[in-house]
């Protein structure tokens, strides 16, 4: 009996590059973070993007090239870790090798062909700490400089970079500077503002003159937009958001959205849509209409209207809002916007048990004090001078709707209502978000080294089994000629 090796050998690679290699047309692109961003960062050298091995995507010129997330929808679909992208210029994916020490990626920053508009993005180091729904990502690289931002708490010593990162989740913080004095590490941890303009946060960097130092703080990932229509829409008493917040929208018929799994089209989440609304007016068509909407002042969240916006309850339209970048699970739910401030309305549920938290610096510090503390609603309101927070538990009627018990707001301003709801993206992951960011297994990048010991391995077994086979065969050999010498001898005559 022959064994052929070469079509075994076949089907196995044929199985493994296909269930290594990212087919169709939607790819997982979530947790490509920020990194660099050399028109806000002043490094020595603000010219900067990376220099590892180059995976090819083609030529994309400024009219085919539109936003970062088709930037990451193509970096994904070759296996990148890491990318640079400038707007509607150059989208380049690369894959970049582990630093000695393996604590992040070797990026190999160059100068050669970067602009000061270029950004870099990377899928984490599995070094890199997580905190909830986001990363902690080095962002100075070539100065000695610290933040400047609100302290939470300093002069921390602390054993690592690792620790310091964990502290700073704790602590609530968005930032943090690592600092090192002969020999002992301190960490300083930090609430930074939002710099709107760059969509990034403002360090307000100085030079730090005591030891050496560097910044890291918060990069968000991104849930997926494309089953958005799966989960409950919002009804909300305005039929389209300020073009000045979202800009002019893309569109498209209901019946497109309605397919078995009532998926949105991958290039309105490529266009980096964010905000969805079915409209069905007597004099319009019954559609979809697709928003980006930018962030607000904070970057906790999206822009809608203008802070004096007021609307009425005179006509509703149904919203599907996707997570801002970042926002906090509640284990495995997550705050979601039921009533904005243009409406100049409050939650007036459990009046005594209300809470209001004096020390919550933004809506993500918000929401996780709500996770903390076992409440299910908030009334946020903020702006660059002040932050209210007021924290509530609301009832539910017979059929699972909150019962809000709104109420009119007397002063200038009205709260976003947010509710705690299921958050369909991670029900099936069991991880604990609240100190771990939700597993995304399938996003994690596997580079030529799976393929060499995935065929080193094949490789080992194969000649195992052609050995162990070898020697069955000698064996047997060597008891057929056995058995031939026994019968030669008993043919011998006997005298």
Not at 110 to 128: D, I, N, Q
Not at 256 to 263: A, G, I, R
Not at 301 to 307: E, G, K, T
């Amino acid at each position: 009996m022959t064994l052929r090796l070469q079509p075994v050998l076949e089907v196995f690679l044929l199985w493994f590059i296909r269930s290594h290699t990212v087919t169709g047309d939607v790819c997982p692109t979530g947790d490509y973070v920020l990194v660099r961003h050399n028109d806000h960062i002043n490094d020595r050298d603000r010219q900067i993007r990376p220099n590892c091995q180059n995976l090819p995507l083609g030529i994309l010129t400024e009219h085919l090239l539109h936003s970062p997330e088709q930037c990451f929808n193509l970096a994904c679909k070759v296996n990148a870790n890491v990318i640079y992208y400038d707007p509607k210029i150059e989208c380049a994916a690369y894959q970049c090798e582990a630093d000695p020490n393996r604590l992040d990626w070797t990026y190999n920053w160059t100068s050669e062909s970067a602009s000061y508009s270029g950004k870099t993005f990377a899928r984490p180091h599995e070094s890199v700490q997580s905190c909830h729904n986001s990363y902690f990502m080095q962002r100075t690289w070539n100065s000695n400089v610290q933040a400047t931002c609100f302290i939470i708490s300093n002069d921390t010593a602390v054993d690592n970079l690792g620790k310091c990162a964990e502290r700073s989740c704790e602590d609530k913080a968005n930032a943090f500077n690592f600092i090192v004095q002969s020999k002992t590490m301190f960490c300083e941890t930090l609430h930074c503002k939002w710099n709107v303009t760059v969509n990034d946060y403002s360090f307000n960097l100085r030079p730090n003159i005591n030891g050496n130092s560097e910044v890291h703080s918060l990069s968000h990932t991104i849930k997926p937009c494309m089953n958005l229509l799966q989960t409950d829409s919002v009804n909300f008493s305005v039929l389209i958001p300020n073009d000045q917040q979202c800009g002019f929208p893309g569109h498209f018929k209901r019946n497109l959205s309605h397919s078995t799994d009532k998926e949105i089209s991958n290039f309105f989440c490529e266009s980096g849509s964010n905000t969805f609304i079915h409209v069905s007016h007597k004099d319009l068509d019954d559609k979809y209409l697709a928003y980006k909407c930018s962030s607000n002042h904070e970057g906790t969240s999206w822009d809608f209207f203008a802070d004096n916006a007021r609307y009425g309850d005179n006509v509703t339209s149904e919203w599907w809002i996707a997570p801002y970048p970042g926002t906090p699970n509640c284990q495995s739910d997550i705050f979601k916007l039921m009533r904005m401030k243009a409406s100049h309305q409050m939650s007036n549920c459990d009046p005594r048990g209300s809470m209001k938290v004096l020390s919550a610096r933004d809506l993500r510090q918000c929401m996780l004090y709500a996770c903390e503390k076992g409440y299910n609603v908030i009334n946020f309101f903020s702006n660059d001078d002040f932050v209210d927070c007021e924290l509530r538990n609301c009832g539910k009627y017979k059929g699972g709707d909150y019962a809000f018990q709104y109420s009119a707001t007397g002063g200038t301003y009205g709260y976003d209502v947010y509710a705690l709801h299921p958050d369909y993206s991670i029900r099936n992951i069991t991880d604990n978000p609240t100190t771990i960011a939700p597993a995304l297994a399938m996003n994690q990048t596997c580079n030529a080294l799976c393929i060499v010991f995935a065929v080193l391995f094949f490789g080992i077994t194969i000649i195992s089994i052609i050995v162990a086979g070898l020697y069955l065969w000698k064996r047997k050999a060597e008891k057929n000629n056995n058995n031939k010498q026994g019968e030669s001898y008993e043919m011998v005559p006997q005298n």
